[in-house]
């Protein structure tokens, strides 16, 4: 489980491509002394385990799966990531719930300005927007963000100074594909409807609201 509040930023150092799979090896700057073998580590949002950890970097093996449902397959050689290491309990939660597991891809439509803040409009596919809802949260990237606005087939972030310089963001410009994981709560929440059937005001009452 991850937070969305992102460590550090990373360098890919390589990434070894398969048929079905891929190997990457990142670079790190401090983020690895407390890494081990077979810790989870989200990278741009997406949860991976370390398989080996040497010095300042880590090598993680990435699954068909994953490579389908998220952009880590267009990484290169220098590519920067974002990082950050599962939360540990009884630290401060300062995002949101964050799996690591990505529910689709999305596209940067515009970068604005918005007095101190980037205002950026995220294209999304319609099994992701229907779970977005304004003042909701998002990862993004694998950062933490609120949803400001929302349109058909895309949402508004606004992100702050120090977000965008501590994280991929300011590298994202219009056309750029970024990870998206929604919120989980909306997702939990539909499939108990869909297995409880109509929610009725009985019901309601009856389980205390």
């Known amino acids: 489980m991850f937070t969305g509040i992102i460590e550090e930023m990373g360098k890919v150092e390589s990434i070894k491509k398969g048929s079905r799979s891929a190997f990457l090896t990142i670079e790190t700057d401090g983020i690895s002394e407390d890494l081990k073998v077979g810790d989870s580590i989200a990278?741009?949002?997406?949860?991976?385990?370390?398989?080996?950890?040497?010095?300042?970097?880590?090598?993680?093996d990435v699954?068909?799966?994953t490579l389908s449902r998220s952009v880590l397959g267009n990484l290169q050689g220098g590519s920067l990531v974002n990082l950050e290491r599962a939360m540990m309990a009884g630290g401060r939660f300062g995002g949101h719930m964050v799996?690591?597991?990505i529910d689709g891809?999305?596209?940067?439509?515009?970068?604005?300005?918005?007095g101190i803040a980037l205002l950026y409009e995220i294209a999304a596919p319609s099994n992701i927007m229907r779970?977005?809802?304004e003042k909701g949260s998002i990862a993004i990237d694998?950062?933490?963000?609120?949803?400001a606005a929302v349109s058909r087939g895309s949402f508004c972030v606004s992100v702050i100074p120090h977000t965008a310089k501590e994280t991929i963001l300011f590298r994202k410009?219009?056309?750029s594909s970024v990870n998206l994981e929604n919120d989980m709560i909306g997702k939990y929440v539909e499939k108990f409807v869909q297995d409880k059937g109509k929610i009725t005001e009985e019901f309601l009452i009856q389980n205390g609201f």
Do not use: Q
């Not at 694998?142 to 949803?147: K, P, R």
């Open 173 to 175: 410009g219009a056309g």
């Open 142 to 147: 694998g950062v933490s963000l609120t949803v």
């Open 63 to 65: 699954m068909n799966e």
């Open 99 to 101: 799996t690591g597991h």
């Open 131 to 133: 779970y977005i809802v």
């Open 43 to 60: 990278v741009n949002g997406v949860c991976l385990t370390a398989a080996w950890v040497k010095d300042s970097r880590f090598g993680a």
């Open 105 to 114: 891809v999305g596209k940067v439509a515009s970068v604005k300005k918005d």
